[in-house]
């Protein structure tokens, strides 16, 4: 089974202040029943709030769905 345990983590801070932005990672859609070759991968952000409505989930977003494209065999549909 290709069940992947362990996805990495990330923890986000601002470039010009290194303030704590957030953390982010990869994780399943459903981890008990998904696998590389017919599950989903989801992104999965949480951002402090006062990042909140700043652009900040987009580039959060961006980066890791960038990351998971280069690191795992993920296709598109």
Do not use: D, M
Not at 37 to 44: A, D, H, K, P, Q
Request: proline residues 4%.
């Amino acid at each position: 089974e290709l069940y992947q345990e362990g996805f990495p983590r990330f923890v986000f801070h601002e470039k010009e202040t290194g303030k704590f932005i957030g953390t982010g990672g990869l994780c399943f859609y459903a981890p008990r029943e998904e696998n590389f070759e017919n599950g989903r991968v989801e992104i999965s952000y949480q951002l402090a709030k006062e990042f909140w409505g700043k652009g900040y989930a987009t580039e959060v977003a961006k980066e890791l769905i960038e990351f998971a494209f280069k690191r795992y065999p993920i296709k598109t549909l």
